[in-house]
């Protein structure tokens, strides 16, 4: 199977790198073909430019914009890990999303409205973040947050969500907490 990971932390020492590390692993141990964009390392650009729009609107699709869409395409299951900021995803996912997930790529306008192309392809969603998962929970910020994403951008746009993974209190939980952590997700990768 052909995993699609995107990537977004900018310290190369974090929690999320090791999450990264771990699911990279386990998904090569049982010989799928893994394709990772580190969009801080990449040095991607997240905006969504005037120069893209009109491209786009011309039917031309900016080289940077068009090597993404072909890993999407190459891609059986796409993975997006990164920390939760703001209630939602890291600035440059969220504009990986803005700029790479376009009207006639992703999705298309017609008669009954909005229809997702990138039906077949499978979803999983690794955020991580500072408080516990109980104070995300209780505010309804889970609900949001997973209404946004695995609604709004991963269903709206044809996607199957397999699964979306929290995992709270990781500047503040303990060495053994983080190692079972680190296994809940090796498990989640061998599951695919």
């Known amino acids: 199977m052909n995993h699609l990971i ?5 310290n190369p020492q974090s929690f999320n790198k090791a999450i990264l590390n771990t699911y990279q ?6 010989g799928h073909t893994i394709q990772v964009r580190d969009l801080y390392a990449m040095d991607f650009d997240p905006v969504l430019s005037a120069d893209d729009l ?18 999407v395409r190459w891609a059986d ?9 703001w209630g939602g995803f890291t600035a440059n996912l969220r504009g990986y999303i803005d700029r790479v997930f376009s ?15 990138l039906g077949g392809k499978k979803m999983v969603i690794i955020n991580t973040m500072g408080a516990p998962y109980q104070v995300y929970e209780r505010t309804g910020m889970i609900k949001s947050m997973g209404q946004v994403s695995d609604e ?18 990781v500047v503040g939980c303990s060495a053994e907490e983080r190692r079972k952590m680190l296994h809940e997700v090796k498990i989640l990768a061998e599951s695919i």
């Open 77 to 85: 299951v796409m993975t997006l890990i990164c920390p939760i900021w």
């Open 54 to 71: 009109r491209m786009l609107h011309d039917g031309k699709i900016p080289p940077e914009i068009k090597a993404e869409q072909d890993l």
């Open 103 to 117: 009207l006639g790529f992703a999705y298309e306008e017609g008669p009954a409205g909005p229809k997702g192309l």
């Open 25 to 30: 692993g386990a998904l090569q141990g049982r």
């Open 6 to 10: 995107v990537y977004s932390h900018p």
């Open 152 to 169: 709004c951008i991963s269903q709206f746009c044809g996607l199957t969500v397999m699964e979306h993974k929290y995992f709270g209190n």
